[in-house]
């Protein structure tokens, strides 16, 4: 079973004090010895994008470059904080489906690997273009999305990509593009999934779309990338992917397709991220309002808002008192109903009590609403060792 926490009791509590609260903390082993658990278990043939928008914070994206990772980027400025890596070209990624013409330029400038959402993506590139420039076609497909939390949207009409009934007329229409070449597809289709099972078989579908597209119009797959979606624990007693069983099925799949010859993306964000970071935050005082405890907290959505958008809490623990059975309604300090991160079970919390939010390496600081009320930004510590 993964920990859901990075740092120990007394690690959060010199943290706290040496920087102050609210705070992340990012630990370096955790960030290391996660990126080193998942590309050991896959096959040699998977090149693994970590997916920035998941944790931007420059000494994250220097530790997994350092273990050979490539990025998959979402924004001009994602673009720059991998470009500041000065990695050799092929490891950077550029996804999205409002790509403007200075971040297509910007990618074709860096030599940047598109993943291109619809026929603007492909238009404005050959216009940029003077050389052939290879992309990928991201795909919405038309199969069953296990996604039950939003952050794709499940298979009915999407943003992203091109459908998938619309793809032949557009590698048509793409045929007589000056410069730019589809070589790779891009399917996202799975969100937190711990199940190896299902991730699989929602990587086996994608496979048996790229060959269907394959044999039908003679494309040529030098990538086919998978997307992220590898789950991880929130919750006491949820199980971790089985990495073993995930990579053995990859392994599996590629095999059942010898037909492809090219390399398998996956870009994981939440996986490789989440678990190397704490949000920590005092109570600032306790209410009880009309049989609810509220604890109010230095921090809410404004740091940490996948509560919010998901339903799901992060785990969070009291630092140094143990185990309770006391229910509080942890909220933040905004001025809205919505400044919610929880209901849980905890010791009686007291103002200046210490909370640790677990496995907020991913989708923390860098998602919430920082400037909302124009709180000060949390800092963000990273822990070498
Ligand atoms: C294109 C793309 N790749 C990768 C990811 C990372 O997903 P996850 O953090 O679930 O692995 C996302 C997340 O939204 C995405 O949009």
Redesign the pocket.
């Given at each position: 079973m993964t920990p859901l926490f990075a740092f120990d009791d007394a690690t959060c509590r010199d943290l706290a004090e040496a920087h102050g609260t609210p705070c992340f903390a990012y630990s370096a082993t955790v960030a290391l010895s996660g990126f080193r658990a998942l590309r050991a278990a896959l096959p040699a043939r998977v090149r693994l994008a970590y997916?920035v928008?998941?944790n931007p914070h420059p000494d994250l994206l220097r530790t997994f470059a350092n273990l050979g990772a490539s990025f998959?980027c979402?924004s001009i400025g994602e673009l720059d904080r991998v470009g500041a890596l000065e990695l050799p070209p092929g490891r950077t990624f550029f996804?999205?489906p409002g790509k403007r013409e200075a971040e297509l330029a910007k990618a074709l400038a860096l030599g940047v690997r598109v993943?291109a959402e619809g026929w603007e993506d492909l238009a404005r590139l050959d216009a940029l273009a003077t050389e052939p420039v290879a992309v990928n076609l991201?795909v919405h497909p038309a199969f069953d999305l296990d996604e039950g939390n939003r952050?794709?949207g499940g298979t009915g009409p999407s943003a992203?990509g091109v459908d998938e009934e619309e793809v032949p007329a557009l590698l048509a229409r793409a045929a007589a593009l000056r410069h730019v070449r589809i070589r790779g597809l891009?399917v996202?289709a799975?969100?937190?999934q711990r199940e190896a099972a299902t991730l699989l078989a929602i990587h086996g579908a994608v496979l048996a779309l790229a060959k269907r597209l394959h044999e039908a119009h003679a494309l040529i797959l030098e990538q086919i990338d998978l997307?992220?979606?590898?789950?991880i624990p929130y919750a006491p007693g949820e199980t971790s992917l089985d990495l073993v069983r995930f990579g053995q099925g990859l392994s599996d799949l590629v095999a059942d397709h010898p037909w492809f010859t090219g390399e398998l993306i996956l870009?994981?964000?939440?996986?490789l991220?989440g678990p190397c970071g704490v949000y920590l935050a005092r109570v600032v005082r306790i209410k009880e309002s009309r049989g609810t405890r509220f604890a109010i907290l230095e921090g809410g959505i404004n740091h940490l808002i996948r509560p919010l958008l998901t339903g799901q809490a992060f785990p969070v623990q009291a630092v140094g008192k143990g185990e309770g059975e006391v229910l509080h309604t942890l909220a933040g300090p905004l001025c809205t109903g919505l400044d919610r991160l929880g209901e849980v079970r905890l010791p009686a919390l007291a103002p200046g009590d210490l909370l640790a939010f677990g496995q907020a390496g991913?989708?923390g600081r860098n998602e919430a609403m920082t400037h909302f009320l124009s709180h000060p930004v949390p800092p963000e510590v990273w822990v070498a060792n």
């Open positions: 997916a928008k998941a998959d979402a996804a999205g993943q991201r952050i794709i992203f891009h996202f799975a969100s937190n997307g992220g979606g590898l789950g870009e994981p964000g939440r996986f991220a991913a989708y």
